[in-house]
């Protein structure tokens, strides 16, 4: 019986992957360090921003005394982008607000910076229906881990056969499938529909 859904922000409450994507190379194009599209979706989509840089350490040589300050500038654009950009999307309110109508817990387990996640949730007016955030300051191990899923349960008592989670990204998955969850996959923010999670929680509950 699935009693919450768990939904990853960025690219299923929130259509910002371009955002971060952005955000970061604006930041990186300081040092001339910019990726391009194709490199951000293929590896670093979802991954904290932390990561990110260790990454770009490796590959490209970015100095690890530069990530605290790349970190912020990042952090500072996004913001910047999330005012000028993020806006309420009435079929995710109708979708949260109907899943709560069912008695459902909601919560946004997003590998973001809580600052982020408050800001674009409240931008969104989702956060009305949110009764519980899991950021990558939460945890000490990031998705693709499952400790932000687990997280999650574990606050609101629920077993992982209770939880329904909602994802996009291959590193998202994989955390939803560590996790023991129910896996709904998302291939892009519109895919959010009170409809579509209905009939998969009716199925789940059916076959459970």
């Known amino acids: 019986m699935i009693k919450a859904v768990l939904f990853d922000m960025d690219g299923v409450l929130i259509d910002a992957k371009d955002w971060h994507y952005e955000a970061l190379n604006r930041a990186l194009a300081l040092f001339g360090k910019a990726i391009d599209r194709d490199a951000h979706l293929a590896t670093y989509d979802g991954l904290p ?25 990042k952090q500072s654009y996004t913001i910047e982008l999330a005012h000028a950009l993020c806006k309420p999307n009435f ?19 997003s590998n ?5 996640i ?12 949110i009764d519980l955030i899991i950021s990558n300051q939460d945890v000490s ?4 881990d499952p400790e932000m899923y687990e997280t999650a349960m574990a606050r609101f008592g629920l077993p992982p056969e209770n939880c329904l989670i909602l994802e ?29 999670v209905a009939t998969l929680i009716t199925a789940i509950n059916e076959r459970d």
């Open 49 to 73: 921003t932390r990561r990110k840089l260790e990454i770009l350490t490796k590959s490209k040589g970015l100095p690890v005394g530069l990530h605290p300050f790349l970190n912020d500038l």
């Open 91 to 109: 079929i995710h309110q109708r979708t949260l607000s109907r899943l709560k109508l069912d008695g459902l817990k909601l919560a946004v387990c």
């Open 112 to 116: 973001s910076v809580r600052s982020s």
């Open 118 to 129: 408050e800001l674009m949730m409240r931008l969104s007016k989702l956060d009305q229906y």
């Open 141 to 144: 191990r990031a998705k693709p």
């Open 168 to 196: 996009d990204n291959e590193h998202g998955i994989a955390a939803a499938q560590a996790s023991k969850g129910h896996l709904m996959v998302v291939g892009s923010v519109s895919d959010v529909t009170y409809e579509k």
